[in-house]
């Protein structure tokens, strides 16, 4: 049975960091990507950043240079690493996995495996 499960979201000031993590078990080892997509209210899911199997790492472009995604565990852990978070509406953060697309195709593709999400909100 595939599991994902999100931690680490709350509030935090503009500026101030987050570290996003997510355990992830019983998923296809042939999976060809996972990473961290985000929906506000109101949005569309988008996708944030990933990493595939040939350890190639995409990022949304309003993201780049302060978000990093990393794989620990084994890759049963995936880390999101936001720093210099900037004021947005609060936002679900879901770990994903994607059983058949790679690199960028994953980025902007609709995953199939998706975790329950944790909050993320960035305000003064």
């Known amino acids: 049975q595939v599991r994902l499960v999100e931690s680490g979201g709350g509030s935090v000031q503009p500026g101030g960091s987050l570290r996003l993590s997510c355990d992830l078990s019983?998923?296809?080892?042939?999976?060809?990507?996972m990473g961290w997509f985000r929906q506000a209210p109101g949005m569309e899911r988008e996708g944030v950043a990933i990493?595939?199997?040939?350890?190639?790492?995409r990022y949304a472009d309003s993201v780049k240079g302060r978000f990093s995604i990393s794989q620990e565990n084994n890759k049963n852990t995936l880390i999101l690493q936001m720093d210099n978070l900037t004021p947005d509406a609060p936002a679900m953060y879901y770990c994903?996995?994607?059983?058949?697309?790679?690199?960028?195709?994953?980025?902007?593709?609709?995953?199939?495996?998706w975790g329950p999400g944790t909050l993320v909100n960035v305000s003064s």
């Open positions: 990493v595939d199997r040939d350890g190639q790492k």
């Open positions: 019983g998923y296809p080892y042939d999976s060809m990507c």
């Open positions: 994903i996995i994607d059983r058949r697309r790679i690199a960028t195709y994953c980025l902007l593709g609709t995953p199939d495996i």
